[in-house]
DNA sequence: GAGTGGTCTAGACCACGCA
DNA sequence: GCGTGGTCTAGACCACTCT
């Protein structure tokens, strides 16, 4: 026997099928799969199977079911990536819509930090996204973005970047965000922050470190925000 | 016709039974459930259903279920309540345990905005719990804690406090913190963070406010807390 | 071996969306 | 009215725990 459990379920193989035939884009975003009754019988198992793992994959957002039509991938659309990701509010509760300001794109070799953060070798390459999000017409966050260069090809060449990035990950180039390790920590403001987010230096600035991870759980993204910290707040529910 | 659904399922019936029966505390923290079959039977339902109900309040951190042994009520042990809603951590991930500094505690007239954030009436009155925690020896973290007295009687009395408040609200008072909504935001340090925390005045400080939900969906606790950021990260894991 | 939760099946009926 | 997912049932067998 080996080591690992030497047991597993059906309902986990299901599971591991459907999540490649997502990852490997046999079925895009937004469209429907077949129904419960078609896939269990294309698989071999009963429908109660593939229903417990299409309702798993719905828990995990990777799926939507819509009750009379149909189980669909699930769109990382603006609104529900921003929903999902984008903590940041008003105290008090109130959600907020960040605005595009300025960006820029180049591609360049990986500095020891990110080849840490990104999990990466030495020789590759990386997408640097620097760009600033204003709330309410106020300029309020400034993002630096570090890809691996290799999964995202050509990026840096498009002529713009859209609101959201992660709709933009997983319609040109089949990554699906899933979830996002974040840290927290204040700082004082400084120079820079003076010139990009108008505050005053020694003012408190919000640092948001995240490392986003793909469906395969690999980890494509590191992101450094810097958030103006009088009247924004990150926001978060713990369950 | 209403405007509620008029339509509701079984399992859902099933489901507020048993949330109410831990919150009356008709089975106790740490006690097993009766079996599925044996529910089921008293129920009047079909195992099934009692499964769903069980495995429902499982995701959400009510019960837990040993295979072989039978359905427990969770505890709010040190470590679980620690690990699930202290998300204090060293930059790169590890988690920390903090230990107990000094502490106070006495009863007063509710102020507006514990009202506010308790919602609260006027005349209510509210126990303020004020305490510093330790990370590795140094004084990190200063808290603000304030509760409905009402819901707390005699909690002034008590010669001293867990370490983890939650595991003693279940325990004396009945009430299963279920939930918790968090505002993150920098400030830079007061002559108070100077004295408590031994920072320098104008150091940065992450501040955390916390309202705290029950079982029953009331706002049970309101933490302010204030913490040194030169070496601390909030961490919290989207998903 | 007895008792528990975990998996899997087959089938019935309900609620919903759409044509 | 049809097809979809949602609920509910009954029963079989498996894996785990304890005695």
Redesign the interface.
């Known amino acids: 026997m080996s080591d690992t459990p030497g047991y597993r379920p059906l309902y986990r193989q299901v599971y591991d099928i459907v999540v490649r035939k997502v990852a490997q884009g046999t079925w895009r975003p937004g469209e429907a799969l077949p129904s419960e009754q078609s896939l269990a019988k294309e698989l071999g198992v009963s429908q109660g199977t593939v229903r417990k793992v299409l309702d798993a994959l719905t828990?995990?957002?990777l799926l939507e079911r819509r009750q009379g039509k149909g189980t669909y991938i699930a769109e990382n659309t603006q609104e529900r990536s921003l929903f999902?990701?984008f903590?940041i509010?008003r105290?008090g509760?109130r959600r907020l819509t960040p605005e595009r300001g300025g960006e820029s794109v180049k591609v360049r070799a990986a500095r020891p930090v990110e080849r840490s953060k990104l999990e990466i070798e030495r020789a590759d390459r990386v997408v640097e996204i620097s760009r600033t999000r204003l709330i309410d017409g106020v300029p309020s966050v400034h993002e630096l973005i570090v890809l691996p260069a290799d999964l995202f090809p050509g990026i840096e060449r498009r002529p713009s970047l859209p609101n959201t990035l992660y709709s933009l990950y997983q319609t040109e180039y089949g990554i699906n965000i899933?979830?996002?390790?974040?840290?927290?920590?204040?700082?004082?403001a400084n120079a820079e922050d003076h010139r990009v987010l108008k505050v005053a230096v020694?003012?408190?600035?919000?640092v948001i470190?995240r490392v986003a991870l793909s469906l395969q759980g690999r980890k494509v993204e590191w992101r450094a925000s810097r958030v103006r910290?009088g009247d924004?707040?990150?926001?978060?529910?713990?369950?």
Not at 178 to 188: F, I, L, R, S
Not at 232 to 239: G, K
């Open positions: 828990a995990e957002k999902r990701f903590r509010a105290p509760g899933v979830a996002a390790q974040e840290e927290v920590h204040a700082e004082v020694g003012d408190p600035i919000l470190d910290s924004l707040v990150y926001s978060v529910t713990l369950t």
